[in-house]
């Protein structure tokens, strides 16, 4: 079992940094994909990135503009996301999620069913 804790979201000017944070208890996070989702108000929840076990492979949602990097440190057992350059339209609550994933695929990484575990959200809000 895995319990994630995610934190690290406030309120936050256009232009501004953020750095959330996924704390995970138990001794495995160390063999689950770790991925940020995000869920804006009437909204559908959608990947951001995702970190594969090892640190290894990486995806974005976005690779064009470079603004956000995925992180993990298993002895830790906590994964980031540093976000830059932060825009009125990254509002919404990010959830950390962890699963077992088969393949690193776009079509596995974003589906949500492979994520057995789930943060509680953390709330960021970008002020234009």
């Known amino acids: 079992q895995v319990q994630l804790e995610d934190s690290g979201g406030r309120l936050v000017q256009a232009g501004g940094s953020l750095r959330l944070s996924c704390a995970a208890s138990g001794n495995t996070f160390s063999r689950y994909g770790v991925a940020w989702f995000r869920q804006a108000p009437g909204k559908e929840r959608s990947l951001v990135a995702v970190i594969s076990w090892s640190g290894g492979n990486i995806l974005y949602a976005d690779s064009r503009t470079g603004r956000f990097t995925i992180s993990r440190d298993n002895a830790q057992n906590t994964a980031y996301l540093q976000m830059n350059r932060l825009e009125p339209e990254d509002t919404a609550v990010y959830y950390c999620?962890?699963?077992?994933?088969?393949?690193?695929?776009?079509?596995?990484?974003?589906?949500?069913?492979?994520?057995?575990?789930w943060g509680q959200g953390t709330q960021v809000t970008v002020s234009s």
């Open positions: 999620a962890a699963g077992r994933l088969p393949d690193f695929t776009w079509e596995t990484v974003t589906n949500r069913a492979y994520y057995t575990y």
